[in-house]
């Protein structure tokens, strides 16, 4: 049964104690809470309402004389001190008002030189600029970027809470035309500040469980909080920091180069793949109580998806994510790395099957408007396939594959499999010379990499591979001086001679539709291969 709590009734607090008591570690940020993420509007908004004496909301705060967390040492351009726990004294931490008091102590209080985060420590905001200013002039708010020095009348809000930098501020406004409006300006604003007040609220309880639980209720209004960051306060134990796992984990997969660096989200949808939860739904309330019960569960999830990338890389050609044809693949492949792996006697022949698997659901489009159902069949038989209890890799009869689409986007599956034909032909660069590895310039460039040869066209047929800083050059080169390329250098991107000849007449039209032929060839031998063995496999083992 969960601790008793009650609510204290609100204390107004001025806004300049409220942020010495962070600044002297009295109030301190819990680890479960989520990174700053308002947008610079969002903190003007807020300033002009401090200014205007608008009341911007209560705090909450977790009073407890039992639980020592791990915080956060410092927000924004402020370090946080460390304040060793006192035995049966309260401790205060933060629940609600993060965004806030981020913005304002990070705004408002005066800086020291304290520096920034050293190696393992997590400051909050650190990364957002806080050269925040006041024009006196105009009245109103300015973030300051950029190298050069902000006009005179334009008071550092830093000086606020700090009487004698703001002093010296101020003198040198007197000397400036129109001092006398300037300073009462700046004697206003500091005034609307210091004489700022805020209700906080204050919950006393020792169940750690209920704090996050209010936690996650409370920042289900605001700005919303992703499924990520309300798992994370609702998993958060001491000695379990879902963050913390998930920032090594990403390290591990950027490490084996796969970029861009995923969102936690895919972590979280692997584990309910794991867990035979619906991946469409945020299931915050169960994931977490599934997690809490089997913390393994994660750490598991974050090597199944390891394999499964190492997998896509090594049998598919598949090196980054900019290459995959769709998330929810990886997704289930993980789910089939785990299940392999937790066969009592895993077969070899399995790792061919996962291939098959992957381009046919490729080519057949199965992840294209994909519904939770849909997904939950697909996962079901995959762990079939990867426990070897069949050796079908496409969950359904195999009918007509679509073709090559007409128009070329990058994003969808098939054009990114005509990427990889292109790069499978070892396409060569202006120079003549074979591309050293034009599949690592796709995953490092993406749709850079394959350009338009035709500006203005945007049939798949008109798409090459090169570096995109030759593009305009091979545009060139191909399309106005095709005799200046041989058979074998025309070949390697895709164009026949009789397309050459095409390009060599400017009859564009005929040169798609040459090409376009070229390239289906190229397409449909490649998923034959899969096809013809799937249809044998089909013969023998008809329930899939």
């Known amino acids: 049964m969960a601790t008793p709590a009650y609510l204290s009734e609100p204390q107004i607090q001025s806004l300049a104690r409220l942020l010495q008591e962070i600044m002297e570690g009295h109030l301190r940020l819990p680890l479960f809470q989520r990174d700053f993420v308002w947008q610079n509007n969002q903190r003007l908004d807020l300033l002009n309402s401090v200014r205007d004496g608008i009341p911007i909301g209560s705090v909450l705060v977790w009073r407890t004389a039992t639980r020592n967390l791990d915080c956060f040492q410092g927000i924004g351009p402020h370090r946080l001190p460390e304040r060793p726990a006192v035995e049966g004294s309260l401790r205060s931490y933060l629940l609600d008002g993060l965004q806030r008091l981020t913005t304002l102590l990070g705004s408002i209080h005066p800086r020291t030189s304290s520096g920034g985060a050293a190696p393992g420590e997590r400051f909050i905001g650190q990364e957002w600029s806080w050269n925040l200013h006041y024009d006196l002039e105009h009245r109103t708010f300015r973030l300051h970027e950029g190298g050069e020095e902000p006009p005179s009348t334009w008071q550092p809000l830093w000086l606020t809470l700090d009487s004698i930098g703001l002093l010296r501020f101020q003198r040198e406004l007197a000397k400036l035309p129109g001092a006398e409006q300037l300073i009462t300006a700046s004697d206003e604003l500091v005034s609307a500040f210091r004489d700022y007040k805020i209700p906080v609220l204050a919950i006393v309880t020792e169940d750690l469980e209920q704090a996050t639980r209010i936690f996650h209720r409370i920042n289900s209004r605001g700005t919303p909080m992703g499924e990520f960051h309300m798992m994370q306060a609702l998993t958060w134990r001491e000695g379990f920091d879902l963050r913390e796992r998930l920032t090594i984990a990403k390290a591990r997969l950027k490490e084996q180069g796969w970029e861009p660096e995923p969102e936690e989200d895919l972590f979280l949808d692997v584990c309910k793949a794991a867990l035979d939860l619906d991946i469409f739904e945020e299931a915050v309330e169960e994931l977490s109580q599934r997690l809490a019960a089997a913390p393994q569960v994660i750490d598991e999830a974050a090597e199944s998806l390891l394999l499964a990338v190492r997998f896509l890389q090594k049998e598919c050609g598949i090196l980054s994510a900019q290459l995959l044809p769709s998330r929810y693949q990886l997704i289930l492949l993980a789910e089939a790395m785990r299940a392999w792996r937790a066969s009592p006697s895993p077969s070899s022949d399995v790792r061919r099957h996962l291939v098959r698997w992957f381009w046919m659901t490729t080519y057949g489009n199965a992840f294209r408007a994909v519904t939770g159902n849909k997904l939950q069949r697909l996962l079901q038989h995959l762990r079939r396939l990867a426990r070897a209890e069949t050796a079908r890799a496409w969950g359904e009869p195999v009918g007509v ?70 593009a305009q050059a091979m545009r060139e080169l191909l399309r106005v001086h095709p005799e200046r390329c041989s058979d074998e250098f025309l070949a390697s991107h895709g164009i026949s001679p009789e397309a050459a000849e095409s390009l060599r007449n400017q009859n564009e039209a005929r040169f798609l539709t040459i090409r376009r032929k070229t390239l289906e060839e190229l397409d449909q031998r490649f998923i034959d291969q899969f096809v013809n063995e799937e249809i044998m496999l089909s013969r023998s083992d008809p329930e899939p």
Do not use: C, M, T, W
């Not at 679509?402 to 292109?422: D, W």
């Not at 074979?434 to 798949?460: F, N, Q, T, Y």
């Open 401 to 470: 594959l679509p073709p090559l689409p007409e128009r070329f986007h990058y994003q969808s599956a098939r054009s990114k499999v005509l990427a990889l034909h292109l790069a499978g032909l070892r396409p060569r660069a202006v120079s003549g010379q074979p591309l050293v590895d034009p599949v690592a310039l796709l995953a490092r460039h993406g749709a850079d990499a394959i350009v338009p040869l035709i500006r203005g066209r945007a049939e798949s047929a008109n798409r090459i591979l090169v570096h995109p800083q030759e």
